[in-house]
Every structure is written in structure tokens, then in C-alpha cells.
């Protein structure tokens, strides 16, 4: 089955550094990767759709620079929160479509970000 | 705007008991996905409904989609702990299932013995 991973799974830094988060899909080809964002006990928020080759679109509320999407390959998308903030910490969750059948989404196994 | 509305929000249930978890949403739709996410754990995917009247069964678990009356159902049948999860209903609003999916809150799910 289709196989998206996430690197790293778990990241602690300082308030005022840059983090970068990695998104792969394996086993397929993905022209389109998601960003969500989870806060405790809450739902996921889509963050960006990052189109491969292209700008990524965000959603309204989300700050294009803070939050850096690059998707230079077709099987991967990269998240990096620039000077991060502690209430930047949260779990990062990526997803990636196939593009044939029925195009749905496989989601990666989640990144915890805590920014002390 | 989309809505995806999901109720209850807590479900405390015990062995051997059913019981139904329901999603609505306030648009016309592509499509209609159930989640289920454990703790500190990402999503893992259940059913994905793509017409009316779609249902699809796995184990205890079975989903129905109602596009007419946007509502899909989570149903569950007699109930065991190693369900005890949360649950999300997500919805496809885009044209052409572009994929910008918009989740419920998610109905966190306790079974005891």
C-alpha cells in the first residue's frame, strides 16, 4: 500500500530557530502534498496544498513566511517554520494523494514540534 | 463555508454495546472519509464513501453516506476497548476531489469492559 513518512518524528528546539520537517511518499509518485497542523485534543487544520514544481497555496490565517513549503520533488514536500514561537508547538501531520483511481490521501506518521 | 459537524464529541460505551457516531456537513460534496487516530498516532484511514448510499463494513465498524441528507454514520457494533480511538469524518468539498479535505472535531471513543 501506499507509504508516506515524515522526518523527524519528534523535534525539540529554541524559541527563534528554524525547523525543517520532511515529507516522502515511497512508494508512489505525488504531484500534491498537504500540510494539516493538530493542537492537543483538537481537529486537524489544513495548513497548505504544495503542488510540485509550484507555490504552495495556504490557507487563509497561515503565514506564508513563517511557514516555508518547498516541493522540489514528486515524492517530497518540505515544511520549515522559520523563528519558531511556542505556539508554534504542535503535531505537523502531511499527507500525500495519488493521482489515479480514486485519489485519495495517505497521511505520514506525524511530527511533534515543541518549541521551548 | 464548509461545515463538518460530528456528535457526540465524547462516547463513553461499554463492552458488547453499539452505537452510532454521525457527521454532518453543509455542502454538496465529493466524497466523505473516516479516520481514526489513536494517541500521539497520525490517521489511520477506514472507509472512504463516494455516492449516496454508500456503505462499506469492516469488522465491528460500518459507514453509510447519505448525500441527500449530508450525513454520513459511523456505526458500531458490539463494541470492544482496542476500539477505543478517536474518530474523524472528513469532507471533500472541492471540485474534482482536489483533496483540501475538512475534518470534524473528531469523537473521541472510550469502551470499557
Keep these: ?116 | 463555508e464548509l461545515k463538518v459537524e460530528q456528535n457526540p464529541l465524547f462516547l463513553s460505551m461499554q463492552e458488547g454495546k453499539n452505537y452510532t457516531i454521525y457527521c454532518n456537513y453543509s455542502t454538496t460534496s465529493d466524497r466523505l472519509y473516516w479516520y481514526r487516530q489513536d494517541p500521539g498516532k497520525s490517521l489511520e484511514s477506514l472507509f472512504v464513501l463516494l455516492s449516496n448510499g454508500a456503505v462499506k463494513q469492516e469488522g465491528r465498524l460500518m459507514a453509510s453516506l447519505d448525500t441527500k441528507a449530508r450525513l454520513s454514520t459511523l456505526h458500531i457494533t458490539a463494541a470492544v476497548h482496542d476500539l477505543s480511538a478517536t474518530y474523524f469524518c472528513a469532507v471533500d468539498m472541492t471540485l474534482r476531489s482536489q483533496g483540501n479535505l475538512i475534518f470534524g472535531k473528531g469523537t473521541k471513543l472510550s469502551v470499557k469492559p
Aim: proline share 3%; net charge neutral; glycine share 6%.
Design chain 1, 1 to 116: 500500500g501506499a507509504v508516506v513518512s515524515q522526518h523527524p518524528s519528534w523535534v525539540i528546539c529554541k524559541s527563534g530557530t528554524s525547523v525543517k520537517i520532511e515529507c516522502r511518499s515511497l512508494d508512489f509518485q505525488a504531484t500534491t502534498m498537504f500540510w494539516y497542523r493538530q493542537f492537543p485534543k483538537q481537529s486537524l487544520m489544513l495548513m497548505a496544498t504544495s503542488n510540485e514544481g509550484s507555490k504552495a497555496t495556504y490557507e487563509q490565517g497561515v503565514e506564508k513566511d513563517k511557514f516555508l513549503i518547498n516541493h522540489a520533488s514528486l515524492t517530497l514536500s518540505t515544511l520549515t517554520v522559520t523563528s519558531a514561537h511556542p505556539e508554534d508547538s504542535s503535531f505537523y501531520i502531511c499527507s500525500a494523494r495519488i493521482t489515479s483511481g480514486i485519489y485519495e490521501q495517505y497521511f505520514g506518521p506525524g511530527t511533534r514540534l515543541t518549541v521551548t
